[in-house]
């Protein structure tokens, strides 16, 4: 019993703090996507050598038409990208300005449904714009208070405007929400002195595969920019890549400590044993058949436990990945790390396989010290143990 169980509770931890690991993981990554990159980015093919506010993509939004047209499936968001700066009475900060069409924006990142106060441009007021709830704090202005946007111009002339804050948002990211703010094109393009497009984001449906996709674009036009989030952001790979090794990591350790927790066990049977184990091998069993007795038991032990580990922590996942674990508590410092504050759990199906194998592996190791200590008994002393 106790080896059955140190089995059930290794397994279902592994699978908990697995799925947790991979869902606080895939959160990240989703956020990141939603928010920030979406799955395709098309640029100028040298927009990211300086950024500058020139470098737009050439007939922008003649190829943003087409790509709509193209690929209906997919969600598309037109962007002017200006570097500037937001100024109140109180403070100052530098920002990036993102000129959207609304309804283009809102169905590629959801950026309405992450209104805190406020309307998503829904107004008639002259140069609405929403701002980040974090950003508004810094810069110590609400709802309805006028900003004064400065930015350079098409013809190089600084230029400032006055524009009214009609929402305020949050997403999971203060980083970004600090940084970026979103007016209409329609309101920033005179005050450019020019037209264009620096960028078109293109998310896909959850569920998916974005590179036919990126193929496809950048085969038709191979003088752009087509790019993915895992070149945009290398940083969403190296978490991508962290799932199977948090999974390899985490099995590893608890199989460690489950193969000294087997070796104990199996260690106190075999010396409690002693006598009934002399009698056998004095009335002729081999060494062979007692070394395999106590293989065979350790793996019977192993066997009966894994699939009640597995059941339970499968049972845990499905209920945890469908209400969520909610760390609002923690959602201050989760949003510094750009973090949902409801984790959903999530583990591969291969995880059950690989445990499954790592238990046979695990019982067989812890089970060889125990049983070389049987078979190293001599029948004789052994018949006389008390």
């Known amino acids: 019993m ?61 190829t943003y038409q087409q790509l709509k047209k193209e690929f209906s499936n997919t969600y598309l968001s037109p962007r002017l990208l200006v570097q500037g700066m937001v100024s109140s009475p109180k403070a100052a900060r530098g920002i990036t300005i993102k000129a959207i069409l609304p309804a283009a924006e809102d169905s590629t990142t959801g950026l309405s449904s992450n209104l805190v106060e406020g309307s998503y ?10 701002i980040g709830q974090d950003l508004a704090d810094k810069i110590h202005v609400s709802l309805n208070n006028r900003v004064v946007l400065t930015f350079q111009s098409y013809s190089g002339e600084i230029t400032a405007a006055s524009f009214r804050i009609v929402g305020l948002y949050a997403t999971k990211d203060s980083r970004y929400d600090s940084q970026h703010i979103f007016v209409r094109q329609e309101d920033l393009k005179p005050l450019l002195g020019g ?7 293109i998310r896909v449906p959850d569920g998916t595969d974005f590179e036919p996709i990126q193929e496809a674009i950048q085969k038709k036009y191979p003088d752009l920019d087509v790019q993915s989030y895992r070149t945009l952001s290398p940083d969403l790979v190296l978490y991508e890549s962290t799932i199977g090794l948090t999974s390899m990591i985490m099995t590893i350790i608890v199989m460690l400590a489950l193969i ?11 010396l409690e044993r002693v006598k009934e184990l002399g009698m056998l091998m004095a009335i002729g069993m081999n060494k062979k058949r007692v ?7 350790t793996l ?56 499954a194998l790592a238990i046979i592996v695990t019982a067989l190791i812890g089970s060889l010290f125990p049983a070389w200590k049987a078979i190293r008994l001599r029948p004789v002393e052994a018949i006389r143990t008390l």
């Open 2 to 62: 106790v080896v059955i169980t140190a089995v059930v509770l290794g397994i279902w931890a592994i699978i908990v703090i697995t799925g947790f690991s991979i869902g606080m993981v895939r959160t990240y990554i989703h956020t990141a996507i939603l928010n920030e990159w979406s799955h395709i980015q098309i640029h100028r093919s040298d927009y990211f050598v300086d950024k500058a506010l020139e470098d737009t993509i050439p007939n922008g939004f003649t």
């Open 121 to 130: 441009f829904d107004t008639d007021a002259r140069n609405p714009m929403i």
């Open 195 to 201: 037209d264009g497009l620096h960028e078109i984001a």
């Open 260 to 270: 000294f927790g087997i070796v104990n066990t199996m260690m106190m049977a075999v």
């Open 291 to 297: 070394f395999n007795m106590i293989l065979i038991e």
């Open 300 to 355: 019977i032990l192993g066997c009966i436990g894994a699939p009640i580990g597995m059941l339970v922590g499968y049972l845990t996942i499905i209920w945890t990945s469908t209400s969520g674990l909610d760390l609002s508590a923690y959602s201050a410092g989760m949003r510094e790390f750009g973090l949902s504050d409801i984790i959903y759990p999530w583990v591969p199906s291969s995880l059950y396989w690989q445990l």
